[in-house]
Nanobody, 123 residues
């Protein structure tokens, strides 16, 4: 079992930055691939970014490439999402996710989900 708790969301002006954190419980964190997803009102949940268990491989949605960076610290059981140059269309609830397989994270078929943290970007 992996439990995930997100933090770091908030309101920011367009062009600004936020860093989201996801703290995972359990001793198996370092063996799991991790990812971030988001869901805006009235829209389906979409993939944002994923990272392999050792941080050696990362994947991004085209909409965030060059602006967002996913990273992890296995000693702290934490995965991060650095979001720069934020746009109003980035407004959503951001969820952290974990799975043993990176391909499952990228495919949006993960085993574990966090409750989410709200990110709101205004002009």
């Amino acid at each position: 079992q992996v439990q995930l708790v997100e933090s770091g969301g908030g309101m920011v002006q367009a062009g600004g930055s936020l860093r989201l954190s996801c703290l995972a419980s359990g001793r198996t964190f370092s063996s799991h691939a991790m990812g971030w997803f988001r869901q805006a009102p009235g829209k389906e949940r979409e993939f944002v970014a994923a990272i392999s268990w050792n941080g050696g491989s990362t994947h991004y949605a085209d909409s965030v490439k060059g602006r967002f960076t996913i990273s992890r610290d296995n000693a702290r059981n934490t995965v991060y999402l650095q979001m720069n140059s934020l746009k109003p269309e980035d407004t959503a609830i951001y969820h952290c996710a974990a799975d043993l397989y990176l391909k499952s994270v990228v495919a949006n078929t993960v085993d574990y989900w966090g409750q989410g943290t709200q990110v709101s970007v205004f002009l």
